[in-house]
């Protein structure tokens, strides 16, 4: 059998160019993890150029586009009439004790349904029925504040012209490009007819998204970790994103902003450096699931002679905490031996310090350790009170 070729039309040609770079994102099981998981904290624990930043503007993407698979972290979603209920006996305080909490649709879970319609064409349809409940969907629309995302790290974009010397100018968006890599990671996978504006300035830190559902603008809110406090307090967000180790001050401000929200959450991605702060003990240690790629688990069994499993549930009191570690050997655009040659340029610190170099690709926390030991080990750090101090004292010689 052969393949003949066949010539679109012109309207399909450009239709498909509309996401041409969206469909080129690779996906990876650790990927699939975080795209799937309701919790309400996220946190990316990657090696240097692991893709974390691609991997959480997709997540954006989804939720902006309808396809997100939780579906209640979508903009636009649909709720049965018992979840509608169950939320409001939450608020009220009520004992939800044995009731159902209802259910919930993103835009693409309807169009699977082969209705004959879709929220892609009509918002609202008596045919959108739950296939559990067999009650008639209501759309979930997010009003003001809970259509704003917000993008958080410690520099802020700015498309400022600037000149490139001898008073040439230089393109808008060079400063951006090269002081936020949030901002181009998003250039980069959003197809072009849904940003409305990108030009962007330190006046106006804002991009604003065409809703694909036509309701009204979703705003992408750039914020530093360095602004005052105060002045990214007090309203609430659908989502904020943290790329690297923000100020402690700004990561407690901005756990309140979502309480409001359904479906909102805080997104951190981060690469272990020296300064280890204070995410070991707030988000590490506390974490009630960590999910980790087949390289993390391969070092730990081959360098420290310990078995992680892939998927992991702890005891943590903390319940909505879950930790994605992957290393840079699983950015699905590069292989191994790249990795290893381009490490090998690093300077002496790094490729003499192997603490340094994991740190570097595995995102291990080595420097919370003291000098005896290269990494924090429960079976080495941690003791059973009940075995050595039976008798409720600790003596110290």
């Not at 998927?311 to 290393?327: M, P, Q």
Request: hydrophobic share 35%; net charge negative; glycine share 4%.
């Amino acid at each position: 059998m052969t393949t003949a070729e066949v010539e679109l039309p012109e309207n399909v040609k450009e239709e498909l160019n509309k996401y041409l770079q969206f469909s080129q994102y690779k996906y990876t099981w650790i990927a699939g993890r975080f795209f799937t998981c309701p919790l309400d904290v996220l946190a990316l624990f990657f090696g240097n150029q692991a893709g974390k930043g691609a991997l959480v503007v997709m997540n954006y993407l989804y939720r902006i586009m309808g396809y997100h698979p939780v579906a209640i972290k979508n903009v636009l979603y649909y709720e049965c009439p018992a979840a509608i209920r169950y939320q409001e006996a939450l608020i009220a305080e009520e004992d939800v004790k044995g009731w159902n909490k209802g259910h919930y649709y993103s835009p693409v879970d309807i169009r699977k349904m082969n209705l004959g319609v879709d929220p892609f064409t009509e918002i609202y349809s008596d045919r959108y029925i739950c296939t559990y409940c067999n009650d008639p969907l209501t759309p979930h629309i997010r009003q003001g504040a809970h259509r704003i995302i917000r993008f958080a790290s410690q520099n802020m974009p700015s498309s400022e012209t600037t000149t490139g010397g001898r008073g040439k100018k230089r393109e808008e968006g060079v400063m951006s490009e090269t002081r936020n890599a949030q901002y181009v990671e998003l250039m980069k996978w959003i197809p072009s007819h849904l940003l409305k504006d990108k030009k962007i300035s330190v006046r106006d830190a804002n991009l604003y998204i065409n809703d694909p559902f036509g309701i009204a603008d979703i705003i992408i809110e750039f914020v530093s970790f360095s602004q005052v406090t105060q002045s990214s307090a007090g309203v609430q967000r659908m989502s904020t994103w943290c790329d690297e180790l923000p100020t402690k001050l700004f990561f407690d401000e901005q756990v309140p902003r979502l309480l409001a929200v359904q479906g909102g959450d805080l997104i951190l991605s981060y690469t272990v450096t020296k300064e280890v702060g204070y995410l070991f003990d707030y988000i590490w240690n506390r974490a009630r699931w960590i999910y980790r790629s087949q390289s993390v688990v391969d070092f730990f069994r081959k360098n420290r002679n310990e078995i992680l499993p892939r998927e992991e549930e702890t005891d943590s009191e903390i319940e909505n905490i879950a930790i994605f570690h992957a290393s840079t050997f699983d950015n699905p655009t590069m292989s191994s031996e790249r990795v290893i040659k381009m490490m090998k340029l690093l300077h002496d610190d790094c490729l003499d310090n192997e603490d340094v170099m994991n740190m570097r690709l595995y995102c291990l926390f080595s420097e919370i350790s003291a000098t005896i030991f290269p990494t924090f080990n429960n079976r080495v750090h941690v003791v059973d009170p009940d075995r050595f101090f039976k008798d409720g004292h600790v003596c110290l010689n």
